[in-house]
């Protein structure tokens, strides 16, 4: 007891320090374990989700601060006390629309509370409580999505309901209980999940929603228009891989929903967990009824006879366990369709709404006779109307089909699923246009139906050849084993890719998907022979498959190109991307995976040497391009020019101060310092000098942040005007998100003519190039500081140019040194060229930046640079404040 004593005394100063001590350390442990450790670690992320009364909390990922969002607050009673077996306490709907409430008038209550779903604290009588996150990673391997309302977590890591695409819970919007959950896989097809934000959720019902893997792919611009009649406002910017959580209510106005999207960062292949949780009231703000085209079919009672005709007009009565048919798809879009059963024209002009795209009668095979009959406009509606018809058949019963004018824009996977299933084998080949008949029998056994037939349209006619067809049909479907002899424009490979892949959209749908992908052959006589029909063209693909067949896409474009001279450089990650390149008739190499895109880069280029050893140059092509119709005319036009020169490390295709408020020559061509990147013809000994095995010294980043210039020497591109390649916007976060943003995502100009003809290829060499710029600044208007003024002093945001007889414009801008460029950022603002406060200007040539306005050469020229000596003397500098 001594020791004891005199080791409270030593450390703490008696006795009553020490029990102050003791005090508040049970204090700050009471605290820790109340606000700052969850009851259960569903989230690392979840923060006091109630603490201000009349709000709902948005979580955000990261360890951002909460926000709150405010909301209506529905008054409610007390409620009486029920079974513990009760989900959530149940809200008394006001007679009228409940009005916001800040927390500070908010009701004060003294009730006992329970938290749920988690949260650190609980919310309030009559509020729900709710927390979703987002699923991350690939569907088989990735971490789950969490849906909790009330203490149910109806998605959850353990039940792993949750698939890819989006995982909906549906919940009634009086009691908080769940009336339903589903998965739609909106990376293949969106169909199912518009009918069910159209029919299926009840008026008023609260919808939670969490993606998992991927759920932009199909998420078309329908099923993100319904979701904005959800509350959703941020729907749009969900892209491919990104993670998106909400809850919302049928009805909501838009952007009152609760919802966090999260974008993919650089170099990551899934976007974080999105996260959303807390308290809710209902309603959640303004609700709207909404009303949506409902199914309308004619049953028996409603479906009127056109016209009785004995047998359909077969010349012989079909057997009694048979039933006549005539079907007709009609003419052009002139002459409507026909479909008469057992004696009776059901479909007909003029009767029982018939019309574009499909005609579906549906046959009792009992009774042999019609007993519902369906028009559905698939040309100018989506097939989810359709959809439903079909699945409202029973074992069975017989469908006949036929389409008028056009059936096959609109037509969903989903619908042509139902209809394979009732034994189509050729409904995934319509195009626009084309005719279509089809017999088919819900649940048919053994195969396929031997009554189909699709009449294609073939150029030059505009409209097929119309499909007439009278038969007896068994009241018993046998099905088929049957190979389908390919017709001319049908693409058995694609269709094989489009089976396997999915998210395509219209590649894989419609009259595309039997187009041949085929080079487009050379019309411009001048270019035969051409050495760059022989120059490898190295494509490095990022992570969106979409992006990369867009690319290829314009790649089979250029005419005259050589397939055997492509080759995509695919991550071994994404054999996807193999698939395609070879779809397209291009080499493939796997690569190994890297973290960085650029390392790729290094890659792809360290593997091409082995397969095109005798080749002086490599055209390199990165992700989310698009190439010009012209782009290798261009680059074939500039061949000779390296040939000359031996200065030159290559020919850019894309100019970095390219957008459309500048402007520009499509023939002229500059000589600068840097390598744009993007999309570039390179020489292979410059490569094989300055990156091989350089790439960590030089090129470690994105070419968008400028390769190391000073690395190679006096090496200079070609770089044109207006742009041979179009780079699509960045909608990421990653670190340099505002740099690429600035860079990308202002509307620029691209070249939109295959004929364009580069002039001045004697001025681009060294020596003459130079003769050139000074012969430019000789004879130019000088423009006075006077005219830049305003801008350089934050009072507009442009330029004017005086007009002068002159051929050229120079203003020269004050430098400290051969390499400040202080002033020159500001003007290059000024003057819409590219402009990023953390970045150097881009396009220098020795200090000069050339670019046109009033359809002249402008040039911006460094004060300290080698052209001091052209400047006038009279001549007072630019200079920034």
């Excluded at 220098?844 to 000596?869: A, D, I, Q």
Aim: some cysteine; glycine content about 8%.
């Amino acid at each position: 007891m001594f020791s004891l004593r005199r080791a409270i005394i030593r450390n703490f100063g008696g006795w009553k320090y020490f029990i102050m001590w003791i005090l508040a350390l049970s204090v700050a442990i009471y605290l820790i374990d109340s606000y700052l450790m969850p009851s259960r670690p569903v989230s690392k992320l979840l923060k006091d989700a109630s603490a201000t009364p009349g709000t709902v909390h948005v979580l955000k990922t990261g360890a951002a601060p909460l926000q709150s969002v405010p909301t209506a607050v529905l008054k409610v009673d007390k409620p009486k006390e029920g079974p513990k077996s009760t989900p959530a306490p149940k809200a008394r709907q006001p007679e009228e629309p409940a009005k916001l409430e800040h927390h500070d008038n908010a009701p004060k209550k003294e009730l006992k509370l329970v938290s749920k779903c988690h949260l650190r604290t609980p919310c309030e009588a009559g509020k729900f409580s709710f927390y979703i996150g987002s699923g991350h990673g690939k569907e088989d391997s990735g971490e789950q999505p969490v849906i909790c309302i009330e203490d149910n977590f109806v998605i959850n890591r353990e039940n792993k309901k949750g698939k890819r695409g989006l995982t909906v819970v549906v919940v009634d919007n009086k009691t908080g209980k769940v009336l339903e959950d589903k998965v739609f896989d909106t990376y293949s097809d969106d169909a199912p999940l518009v009918r069910f934000l159209k029919y299926d959720v009840p008026d008023d019902a609260f919808i939670l929603v969490a993606s998992y893997d991927d759920a932009s792919t199909r998420l078309k611009d329908e099923s993100r228009f319904l979701l904005k009649k959800y509350g959703s406002q941020h729907i749009d910017k969900l892209s491919f891989r990104d993670s998106f959580a909400m809850l919302g209510q049928k009805g909501l106005e838009t952007g009152k929903a609760v919802e966090k999207v999260v974008n993919r960062g650089g170099g990551e292949d899934f976007a974080k967990v999105a996260e959303v949780g807390g308290c809710f009231t209902s309603p959640m703000g303004t609700i709207s009824k909404l009303e949506f085209k409902k199914p309308y079919f004619l049953n028996n009672g409603t479906i009127q006879v056109a016209e009785e005709v004995e047998n359909c007009g077969l010349e012989k009565a079909c057997p009694e366990d048979h039933i006549a048919i005539h079907a007709y798809t009609g003419y052009q879009n002139k002459v409507g369709p026909k479909i008469c059963v057992n004696g009776k024209y059901i479909v007909y002009p003029g009767y029982n709404d018939n019309g574009r795209g499909f005609n579906l009668v549906a046959i009792n095979p009992k009774t042999k006779d019609a007993y519902r009959v369906g028009h559905f406009d698939t040309y100018a509606e989506d097939s989810s109307t359709l959809e439903i018809f079909l699945e409202m058949m029973k074992d069975d019963d017989i469908l006949v089909a036929v389409t008028f004018d056009d059936a096959s824009t609109n037509l969903k996977l989903l619908a042509k699923k139902i209809l394979q299933e009732m034994g189509s084998s050729l409904v995934d080949t319509l195009g626009l246009r084309d005719a279509y008949f089809f017999i088919g029998q819900k649940s048919i056994s053994g195969g396929k139906s031997e009554h189909e037939q699709v009449s294609y349209v073939t150029p030059p006619s505009e409209w097929p050849t119309p499909i007439e067809k009278k038969l007896c049909i068994p009241k018993k479907l046998e099905g088929k084993t049957i190979k389908i002899d390919p017709v001319a424009r049908r693409n058995d490979k694609r269709r094989e890719f489009c089976k396997k892949y999915e998210g395509y959209g219209d590649f894989c749908e419609g009259n595309r998907l039997d187009e041949a992908l085929t080079p487009a052959p050379l019309s411009d006589k001048a270019l035969e022979g051409s050495a760059i029909f022989k120059v490898p063209i190295v494509i490095v693909p990022g992570l969106s498959p979409v992006s990369l067949r867009k690319l290829l896409d314009t790649v089979l474009m250029q005419p005259g190109l050589n397939p055997q001279y492509v080759v995509v450089m695919c991550d071994e990650k994404f054999p996807e991307q193999e698939a395609l390149g070879a779809l397209y008739g291009f080499k493939v190499q796997r690569l190994s995976s890297s973290t960085k895109y650029a390392e790729q880069i290094g890659k792809a280029l360290e593997r091409q040497e082995g397969l095109y050893d005798v080749n002086k140059y490599i055209i390199l092509l990165e992700e989310d391009l698009l190439l010009s119709a012209d782009f290798l005319s261009f680059m074939a036009q500039l061949l000779p020019v390296l040939e000359k020169d031996q200065s030159l490390s290559g020919v850019s295709a894309w100019n970095d101060n390219g957008f459309k408020e500048v402007g520009g020559d499509a023939q002229t061509v500059m000589r600068e310092e840097t390598f744009p990147g993007r999309g570039s013809l390179i020489r292979k000994s410059f490569y094989q000098t300055h990156m091989k095995g350089k790439m960590k010294d030089c090129c470690i980043k994105g070419t968008w942040h400028g390769w190391l210039a000073q690395l190679w020497g006096d090496s200079e591109m070609l770089v044109p005007e207006v742009s041979r390649v179009f780079r699509q916007q960045y909608e990421g976060s990653a670190e340099d998100a505002e740099l690429m943003q600035a860079l990308f995502n202002k509307p620029r100009l691209t070249n939109l003519d295959a004929n364009v003809k580069v002039k001045g290829h004697e001025a681009l060499t060294k020596d003459q190039y130079e003769q050139l710029l000074q012969n430019l600044i000789k004879t130019a208007e000088f423009v006075e500081g006077s005219t830049v003024t305003d801008c350089l002093n934050a009072k507009s945001d442009s330029v004017k140019l005086p007009d002068t007889s002159k051929g050229s414009y120079v203003l020269v801008y004050h430098q400290s040194s051969a390499t400040d460029y202080q002033t020159l950022q500001v003007l290059a603002k000024c003057f819409h060229l590219f402009w990023y406060p953390k970045a150097s200007p881009r396009g220098l040539h020795k200090g000069v930046l050339r670019f046109s306005n009033k359809g002249k050469p402008v040039l911006l020229v460094g004060s300290e640079g080698p052209y001091r000596s052209l400047i006038p003397t009279t001549y007072k500098l630019i200079k920034a404040p």
